[in-house]
């Protein structure tokens, strides 16, 4: 046999036997799992979803298969529930199986099974408990960030006055703000709004985030293992993460330096103050690895989420003019013109309290929230599901959920409204995820959405330099993340 021939026959050979041990892998203990379609070897179901709007397909493929079902994404299995009563289920009666943090393959690139949200076990345990203790003293959910937070509006109006009324593209406005109240507990103090360092990791930020929402990014996903060693944009997002992580450890050498264990300033020097007392504890988490990587958690988070919803709200109330206008009226009944809003008028405010819920559940910013795994081998819905099996809980289904919203496509106040105006809740409302892994910024995010957005609409209207009727509400990509279309704003003074 010719070399050339010898070469072709290995190749042969060596693909072959991929495809045997990728059918093998995807069939092992496929016997007691929920149903689900057909993989492919290699590709898994690749062909059955649309890359584009993961959140449709998932939803999509669950009419036929039921709310729980198995998914090959490339070679990896995933157990996907969609609805609220299989969430439900799941998350929160058995929330002991399910607590587990399954992959994000894009960010696991750069925190490896460290720091507050992608971590497991007893790791996570330790870091949880005590960010959010950490976050409740530097007053996160109590008067204290509120002050904290309409300090920060303040400069917001400063800067949208200086728009004097021109179109402009409110991301960075948005996310410099609400940025700055996660940096005042996390590193401190706020940024200069023209700060170039700022503006570049807000840029990191926004770019990283934005590239889990492509086509690519939900590729990443399933191939990783393979395409972090390939070209593409995935690596552009990695320096993005590495020069998040580079920022993040400078600010924890400087408080190392200057740290003083009796008057911690900041998040950071908690964590250090924790390291010292637990030095001689073996199995203490608290490290400079974790405290790099859950103060970029929080940095991240903290920015992105919100920024990214009060943006994409700014949009819907463009294509709606009818609902601004009535919470310009809500807010001159119960605020009027001469005090800044409080978290206190949010009761006496059903209306906007309501939008505010809907702009959470229309954007869906998260639509198939963080992948979960069982921690154990566990019974659910008459199927067994493996110790280590990765569970999607789509956020997005439950949040688009008919049975749970009367018109879930339509952006429309009254979902959250009952026959007499007032507020009414829903089970339903999932944003935040639910269970042992919820978004324990929950309390935050409440507070900077309705501060923000009265303090907003107390001192502008909206105008949009294109026609409503015009303005396309739908994302522009949905993987993991929603991002709404680019757009620009008008805010003119009252």
Partial sequence: MDPLGAISLFLVICLSCLLLLSTWRQLQGRGEMPPGPTPLPLLGNLLQVDLSNMRKSLMKISERYGPVYTLHLGPRRVVVLCGYQALKEALLDQAEDFGGRGKQATFDWIFRGYGVAFSNGERAKQLRRFSI??????????????????????????????????????????????????????????????????????????????????AWGQLYEMFSDTMRYLPGPQHKAFKELAGLEKFIKRKVKANQETLDPSAPRDFIDCFLVKMQQEKQNPSSEFSLKNIVLTALTLFFAGTETISTTLRYGFLLLLKHPEIEERIHEEIDRVIGRNRAPSMEDRIRMPYTNAVIHEFQRFCDVIPMGLARRVTRDTQFRGYT??????????????????????????????????????????????????????????????????????????????????????????????????????????????
């Fill in 133 to 214: 203790t950490t976050l409740r003293n530097f007053g996160v959910g109590k008067r204290g960030i509120e002050e904290r937070i309409l300090e920060e509006t303040r400069f917001l109006l400063e800067a949208l006055r200086g728009t004097k009324g021109l179109p402009f593209d409110p991301t960075y406005f948005l996310s410099r703000t609400v940025s700055n109240i996660i940096s005042s507990v996390v590193f401190g103090d706020r940024f200069d709004y023209e700060d170039k360092e700022f503006l570049s990791l807000l840029y990191m930020i926004t770019e990283s985030f934005r590239f889990t929402a492509t």
């Fill in 385 to 494: 599901l493996p110790k280590g099996t990765e569970v999607y809980p789509v956020l997005g289904s439950v949040l688009y959920d008919p049975s749970q919203f009367s018109s879930p496509d339509t952006f429309d106040p009254s979902h959250f409204l009952d026959g007499d105006g007032q507020f009414k809740k829903n089970d339903a409302f999932v944003p935040f995820s639910i269970g042992k892994r919820y978004c324990f910024g929950e309390m935050l995010a409440i507070m900077e959405l309705f501060l923000f957005l009265t303090s907003i609409l107390q001192n502008f209207r909206f105008r949009s330099p294109v026609e409503p009727k015009d303005i396309d509400i739908s994302p522009k990509l949905i993987g993991f993340a929603a991002l709404p279309r680019s757009y620009e704003i008008c805010l003119v003074p009252r």
